[in-house]
């Protein structure tokens, strides 16, 4: 079923349709770069790349701090936070959407870069991900660090963060695919054609698909697109998948 | 002296972004819920006046899209238990092939992290009534092709009234089982490959055959992995938005609205930010709710979550 999806995006349409094309036009492909003309095809995979691991390095960092803090130390207010986290999780994204919206008209983020980038760095599913697994992490490595003299942060850097590398591997993956395929906020916050990512640049090309002419190139686009992030998901499968499972039950 | 206040520090990021992004968001936006507030007709928030429950109460008596988009929400839940089901089959195929397992595993999973908008065009252009091989492939049958994205949920020539499945809905439904349930394989298998082999070993000593086995093995040893599939599906396909906006944008004449996309539209397209604030906090109650219960239901059965 797959394979047949992503052979129908090659064929020149034909009616009727064929599913394997007989000459296939390997050529759709080079005319597609050219194809999109505002964005650019390669414009918009710039901006989401730059996006999205933007976004998914400061969460990372942000995430892993905050849960380090409530995994390794106790102190005043540390159940209230962990509880605020936890309520978090429960309350879905768009009741946040709109007001969300108005704040980053009032930081002027609109149109930029930063309205995606910043908000959603704390996200209480990886925090509260990530605390479970430090917390495996045993407290006697960490004091014999502090005996060599390791200070505080050093401790989070050099010491949890490399332990931590399967969470963060996971944590890292699930967020950089979501915020790859984000459609939704992406469409609110960025009207300035230079700057859509993908999902949006490949959303403008709605109208033209029925087309007979456009058709196939509309495929080619569509398959350039999605290629980078198959490539990505082949080659990270096993932490992928790992993080995608490990979700679904605590831990042993 | 400097100890105690390291976690402190450590937090400052946190307690800004969460200050900021969560904290005075959902104030807010609760305040705004209780405003006319709209960008064309009052301009800035501070001329918006206050007018209470009146948003809450025009959402739920006065505003018939809604209450359908959220009906739709939970016809389009429904699909969830199906792609269980299919994930959960193919989970168990998998775990007794030896080869191919994790060709077989990639492959399904790749839909999971294809870009929905991709997704959506193969499919509008299989769902295509004139030029999409599902018609074609109906047609060289004899059957005549059907609207499969824009049927208005009536039978022409049936008074009008009756109810009818709304096929546009389900069209969009076959199309999410298709992408998702490579998720449900995914954890399913990694499930069932964490069951040692020694019990189902045992069960069959002690005479259980394959279908006791199945029953009285491993189903209770996967229940959290189904109880967390259950949940957290429910949740986040009540939420759809990105598969209704790029095959119907809601149509045709709002028959597959989804009440995301119907915030959106009046938030955005409408101006309504006061309005569209009380529909986001209504629809989410009425989350909370499905979720607490179904919650409850499901502890019943057996199954602990935290």
Sequence with gaps: ?252 | MKRWLIPYLFLIPFFLDFAIFSIYTLGFGIYMSFTDFNLATTGPIANAKIIGLANYIKAVTDDPVFLKSIKNAFIYVLYEPICNVIGLMLALVLNSAVKGRSVFRTIFFIPVVTSTVAIAYVWGWLYDYTYGPLNYFLRSLGVPGQYWLSHLDVIPGTPPGTPIFPIALLSIMVMSTWQYFGLNVVIYLAALQSIPNELHEAARMSGANAWNSFRHVTVPLMKPAILFCALTATAGSLQVFTEVYMLTRGGPVDHTMVPVLWMQTQAFEFNRFGYGAALAYTFFLIILAVSLIEMRILRRGGMVYY
């Design chain 1, 1 to 252: 079923m797959v394979t047949a999806a992503l052979k129908t995006r090659v064929e020149i349409m034909s009616d009727p349709p064929k599913w394997i094309p007989p000459n296939p036009q390997w050529t759709t492909y080079i005319r597609a770069w050219g194809f999109m003309r505002n964005p650019p095809l390669y414009r918009a995979l710039l901006n989401s790349t730059i996006i999205t691991v933007s976004h998914t390095l400061l969460l990372l960092l942000g995430s892993s701090l905050t849960a380090y803090v409530l995994a390794k130390y106790k102190f005043r207010g540390d159940h209230w936070i962990l509880w605020w986290i936890v309520s978090q999780m429960m309350i879905p994204g768009f009741t946040g959407l709109i007001p969300m919206y108005l704040l980053m008209a009032w930081f002027g983020w609109l149109n930029t870069y930063w309205a995606l980038i910043i908000p959603g760095a704390f996200s209480a599913y990886s925090i509260f991900l990530m605390r479970q697994y430090m917390i495996t992490i045993p407290n006697e490595v960490l004091d014999a660090a502090r005996l060599y003299g390791c200070s505080e942060f050093g401790l989070f850097w050099r010491m949890i963060l490399p332990l931590s590398k399967p969470a963060l591997a996971a944590v890292g993956l699930i967020n950089f695919v979501w915020s790859w395929n984000d459609l939704l906020w992406p469409m609110l916050v960025i009207k300035n054609r230079d700057l859509f990512t993908v999902q949006l640049a490949l959303g403008g090309l709605w109208d033209v698909r029925s087309s007979f002419d456009y058709l196939s190139l509309v495929a080619a686009c569509t398959t350039i697109a999605t290629l980078p992030l198959i490539i990505f998901t082949i080659v990270t499968q096993k932490y992928l998948i790992k993080g995608f499972t490990g979700l679904s039950y605590t831990k042993r």
